[in-house]
């Protein structure tokens, strides 16, 4: 297993597979994706081998990212090689949703069994305003079509901001009432290049929080290898309600994951100040070189981040990391 000076254990591994993105999301590339390097993200045996080192060390979750992890044509790829790992119980991916209709019965067949779709806004026109693109109904579509293949599990994420959909919290709620999704609204986070716009838009996780729980939403259990939401439960309600606050006081306190982007560099922390490089040992079949490298690294892991000081390390864009 492995664990931190802290005494964190890491059951949950965030693998990025590209940071290209066709989204336009206002908090993330509103300039849309630029392209301003050699695309040589990781390949399938490269995948695979580093899926293996980190299962040995006890991972049992991995969430495949990106960017928009399926713009790579080979992504199903990248499925089939998590399922077939020792270890690995539980194959997530986060998406954009723009492709989810046609493609999600495949995906499960391959072995996706969790699924996390961002979608921050119920309103079409608020929607394309957001991500710029005209996609909702599509997207709402391939949500529609996700619960239909029983997958284990189908989350929402949620960015709320104040200039654009801070007022639709209620409406979330409403839309899972007679639906079994959990919707996690996620703090917007500052980022290098995002200051003013994170100055004018932050909508504290405290805030709602503070409204599910004088509304009778309780407080439920995290799991061993669940994310960092603190989720919420109705008795009247089919869905939950998730809140991801990375400025809370207690957030590190929790934390049970690890990064690779498509770069294969290994981030022990999304703004961590630069990410350790592990490709060149990600070929070797044998994986002692690189399963040592991560018995090693995890004792440098710091306590917490530095967000409250304004230090969001190396994070131009979370499309760098996965989120």
């Known amino acids: 297993m492995l664990i931190d000076p802290t005494g964190?254990?890491?059951?949950?591994?965030?693998?990025?597979?590209?940071?290209?993105?066709?989204?336009?999301?206002v908090y993330c590339l509103p300039d849309g994706y630029q392209g301003g390097h050699d695309r040589g993200f990781l390949t399938i045996d490269e995948i695979s081998n580093t899926l293996k080192a980190f299962a040995h060390h006890g991972i049992e979750k991995v969430r495949i990212t990106g960017g928009e992890p399926t713009l790579r044509k080979d992504f199903i790829d990248v499925v089939r090689a998590a399922k077939d790992v020792a270890g690995i119980k539980k194959i997530a991916?986060?998406?954009?949703?723009?492709?989810?209709?046609?493609?999600i019965h495949d995906w499960v067949d391959a072995g996706l069994n969790a699924i996390n779709v961002s979608i921050d806004s119920l309103d079409s026109r608020m929607f394309n305003t957001i991500t710029g693109h005209d996609k909702f109904t599509s997207v709402m579509k391939g949500i529609d079509t996700a619960l239909e293949t029983g997958i284990d599990s189908v989350k929402i994420n949620s960015v709320l901001m104040k200039q654009y959909n801070a007022k639709e919290f209620d409406t979330f709620l409403n839309w899972v009432k007679h639906r079994?999704?959990?919707i996690r609204f996620i703090e917007l986070m500052q980022t290098n290049d995002n200051k003013a716009f994170f100055?004018?838009?932050?909508?504290?996780?405290?805030?709602?929080?503070?409204q599910l729980l004088q509304t009778g939403w309780q407080q439920v259990a995290r799991s061993a290898s669940a994310g960092p939401a603190q989720e919420f439960?109705?008795?009247?309600?089919?869905?939950?309600?998730?809140?991801?606050?990375?400025?809370?006081?207690?957030?590190?306190?929790?934390?049970?994951?690890?990064?690779?982007?498509?770069?294969?560099?290994?981030?022990?922390?999304?703004?961590?100040?630069?990410?350790?490089?592990?490709?060149?040992?990600?070929?070797?079949s044998s994986n002692s070189e690189l399963m040592a490298l991560l018995s090693r690294y995890i004792k440098t892991k710091k306590p917490t981040h530095l967000l409250h000081q304004g230090n969001t390390g190396i994070t131009t864009n979370l499309s760098m990391l996965g989120g």
């Open 93 to 103: 991916m986060t998406t954009n949703g723009f492709s989810l209709h046609k493609n």
């Open 199 to 210: 100055d004018a838009n932050h909508v504290s996780g405290q805030v709602l929080k503070t």
């Open 8 to 25: 964190r254990e890491f059951s949950y591994l965030r693998l990025s597979i590209t940071d290209v993105c066709n989204f336009k999301c």
């Open 233 to 284: 439960a109705h008795p009247d309600y089919q869905g939950r309600i998730g809140l991801i606050m990375p400025y809370s006081n207690d957030f590190c306190s929790t934390c049970n994951r690890l990064r690779v982007t498509a770069k294969g560099n290994l981030h022990l922390c999304l703004f961590s100040e630069e990410g350790i490089s592990l490709r060149e040992y990600m070929n070797d």
């Open 180 to 182: 079994p999704v959990t």
